[in-house]
């Protein structure tokens, strides 16, 4: 800034003394002591401060608003520390609370493949794809984290949709293939029901006994079906489908959803709908982790009820792509879809194998030393370099790493254990967190894993792998 005062101010007087000097000639004037301070001096100086005057107002107020957001953002931040601080400081006495529930079945989708393929492209630093069919606004194609799988399942789904839009659409078809990818799981929950509904519910029994065709026609066709077997079996009540989908489409996700829901499922798996629960659940990323937590909390007392969540987001819809545009140029669209099958640990289902735990603890102040008296071998797993710790923080803040290291590093668990899921699902927040949260259960199935965020300093969700030996001895008991 002052080399270009200097250099604006040095060029005047070169250009003013070189024209005066050749006017005070031409009229043969002779100048004194004051005329020379005045033209060759004062007046280069004046004209400079003129001419530079916007640009230096210009930069001024810049810097004053600069201090300004400076002075602010160093306010914020000191309030968040102060917060955090008063929050583990309230904390610091209260008992770890920990809440555990069975896991039968999960599956994972997204651009880099299938469950512990979307790890390995983590790890391998794979970057999005060149989408030709979104643009931008100068007709040119952007990257997306498109899923091309899905690609081969819309041309059915728009004739039959076409008043929906290609993104209500996607996302309709990514909660058809999770839900093919639970098929086994729900047919062995479906037979449960059906066993349990004999034994234990006269109500839903007549309604199975009363008409053993009425969900496939082709039992029509055949006579003398037998009377179905009554077993005592585990009591099951209800199968509930909770869906998490981006608070954006609150408005715009079609009512007739739902009872499509109920009646796929009802012809699919012969189940009754008086045993199916379908609920859909809008987020965003301020409420994720609380609704996350809130949805736990219900499953693990629906001791009679087993539950299958999803989460699900797509944003490769060119309508939708040209609004973000507006905001940001560098936009990048991304689709995903994750799901688990989930049990009160007072459940006991039939030829269903739970195959993890998920531990959700609070208040835990030193989640190493808590773990190790959990499990002996997680000191050796500690030891080892393979990442088991998903972390959901945008790793592009400037404080995610040092808190990351401030939380974990007193546990032991250094940087190379943890990968971060944030920048491979596009530019939106909402989902993110529940899609880490739910991808975390595929780093590895022989290890404990962890989903962290230093959001929520003392709350971890730890995925614990299952002892087949002793699981084969509880069932042979």
Same mark, same amino acid.
């Given at each position: 800034?002052?080399?270009? %005062?200097?250099?604006?101010?040095?060029?005047?007087?070169?250009?003013?003394?070189?024209?005066?000097?050749?006017? $005070?000639?031409?009229?043969?004037?002779?100048?004194?002591? *004051?005329?020379?301070?005045?033209?060759?001096?004062?007046?280069?100086?004046?004209?400079?401060?003129?001419?530079?005057?916007?640009?230096?107002?210009?930069?001024?107020?810049?810097?004053?608003?600069?201090?300004?957001?400076?002075?602010?953002?160093?306010?914020?931040?000191?309030?968040?520390?102060?917060?955090?601080?008063?929050?583990?400081? /309230?904390?610091?006495?209260?008992?770890?609370?920990?809440?555990?529930?069975?896991?039968?079945?999960?599956?994972?989708?997204?651009?880099?493949?299938?469950?512990?393929? *979307?790890?390995?492209?983590?790890?391998?630093?794979?970057?999005?794809?060149?989408?030709?069919?979104?643009?931008?606004?100068?007709? @040119?194609?952007?990257?997306?984290?498109? *899923?091309?799988?899905?690609?081969?399942?819309? +041309?059915?789904?728009?004739?039959?949709?076409?008043?929906?839009?290609?993104?209500?659409?996607?996302?309709?078809?990514? *909660? &058809?293939?999770? @839900?093919?990818?639970?098929?086994?799981?729900?047919?062995?929950?479906?037979?449960?029901?059906?066993?349990?509904?004999?034994?234990?519910?006269?109500?839903?029994?007549?309604?199975?006994?009363?008409? !053993?065709? $009425?969900?496939?026609? &082709?039992?029509?066709?055949?006579?003398?079906?037998?009377?179905?077997?009554?077993?005592?079996?585990?009591?099951?009540?209800?199968?509930?489908?909770?869906?998490?989908?981006?608070?954006?489409?609150?408005?715009?996700? !079609?009512?007739?959803?739902? &009872?499509?829901?109920?009646?796929?499922?009802?012809?699919?798996?012969?189940?009754?709908?008086?045993?199916?629960?379908?609920?859909?659940?809008?987020?965003?990323?301020?409420?994720?982790?609380?609704?996350?937590?809130?949805?736990?909390?219900?499953?693990?007392?629906?001791?009679?009820? %087993?539950? @299958?969540?999803?989460?699900?987001?797509?944003?490769?819809?060119?309508?939708?792509?040209?609004?973000?545009?507006? &905001?940001?140029?560098?936009?990048?669209?991304?689709?995903?879809?994750?799901?688990?099958?989930?049990?009160?640990?007072? @459940?006991?289902?039939?030829?269903?194998?739970?195959?993890?735990?998920?531990?959700?603890? /609070?208040?835990?102040?030193?989640? #190493?030393?808590?773990?190790?008296?959990?499990?002996?071998?997680?000191?050796?797993?500690?030891?080892?370099?393979?990442?088991?710790?998903?972390?959901?923080?945008?790793?592009?803040? %400037?404080?995610?790493?040092?808190?990351?290291?401030?939380?974990?590093?007193?546990? #032991?668990?250094?940087?190379?254990?943890?990968?971060?899921?944030?920048?491979?699902?596009?530019?939106?927040?909402?989902?993110?967190?529940?899609?880490?949260?739910?991808?975390?259960?595929?780093?590895?199935?022989?290890?404990?894993?962890?989903?962290?965020?230093?959001?929520? +300093?003392?709350?971890?969700?730890?995925?614990?792998?299952?002892?087949?030996?002793?699981?084969?001895?509880?069932?042979?008991?």
């Amino acid at each position: 800034m002052i080399k270009i %005062i200097i250099s604006t101010i040095l060029a005047l007087i070169f250009i003013t003394s070189g024209l005066v000097i050749y006017y $005070w000639r031409d009229v043969q004037y002779d100048p004194t002591g *004051i005329d020379m301070l005045q033209f060759f001096i004062l007046l280069p100086v004046c004209a400079a401060l003129l001419l530079l005057s916007p640009w230096l107002i210009y930069k001024s107020v810049k810097a004053y608003q600069t201090r300004k957001a400076q002075k602010l953002e160093a306010a914020e931040n000191e309030e968040k520390r102060q917060q955090q601080q008063s929050e583990l400081e /309230k904390n610091k006495d209260k008992p770890v609370e920990e809440l555990t529930l069975k896991i039968y079945s999960s599956a994972v989708i997204h651009n880099f493949g299938e469950n512990q393929e *979307i790890i390995e492209g983590m790890q391998a630093f794979k970057s999005p794809e060149l989408d030709e069919h979104l643009v931008n606004h100068y007709g @040119l194609p952007i990257l997306s984290y498109r *899923i091309k799988r899905l690609d081969d399942l819309l +041309p059915e789904i728009e004739e039959d949709d076409i008043l929906h839009s290609m993104r209500v659409q996607r996302i309709n078809a990514l *909660i &058809q293939q999770q @839900l093919e990818q639970h098929s086994e799981s729900l047919y062995h929950i479906a037979a449960h029901l059906r066993k349990s509904a004999l034994f234990y519910d006269a109500e839903t029994a007549y309604e199975y006994r009363m008409h !053993p065709g $009425w969900i496939n026609e &082709q039992l029509n066709n055949e006579e003398n079906e037998p009377e179905p077997s009554v077993q005592q079996v585990a009591r099951l009540n209800k199968l509930n489908l909770h869906i998490l989908l981006p608070a954006s489409l609150i408005h715009f996700w !079609p009512d007739e959803a739902q &009872q499509e829901l109920l009646e796929q499922l009802e012809q699919q798996y012969e189940i009754v709908q008086s045993q199916i629960h379908v609920e859909f659940h809008y987020v965003d990323h301020g409420n994720a982790h609380v609704v996350w937590i809130n949805l736990l909390n219900d499953i693990h007392q629906q001791s009679e009820q %087993i539950s @299958l969540v999803m989460a699900v987001q797509s944003e490769i819809d060119q309508e939708w792509l040209e609004e973000q545009l507006w &905001q940001s140029e560098q936009y990048l669209p991304g689709e995903y879809a994750a799901s688990v099958c989930l049990a009160s640990p007072q @459940l006991s289902m039939e030829d269903l194998i739970e195959i993890r735990t998920i531990k959700t603890l /609070k208040h835990v102040k030193n989640i #190493g030393k808590y773990l190790q008296k959990q499990s002996l071998s997680f000191a050796d797993q500690i030891e080892q370099e393979e990442p088991f710790v998903l972390l959901l923080d945008d790793p592009l803040q %400037i404080n995610t790493a040092k808190k990351v290291q401030q939380y974990l590093g007193t546990a #032991g668990i250094e940087l190379h254990h943890g990968l971060y899921c944030h920048s491979y699902l596009g530019s939106t927040a909402e989902m993110k967190v529940l899609f880490g949260i739910l991808l975390c259960m595929q780093m590895n199935e022989d290890v404990i894993t962890l989903a962290y965020s230093v959001q929520h +300093p003392q709350t971890y969700f730890v995925y614990e792998p299952i002892n087949r030996l002793e699981h084969f001895e509880q069932s042979a008991a």
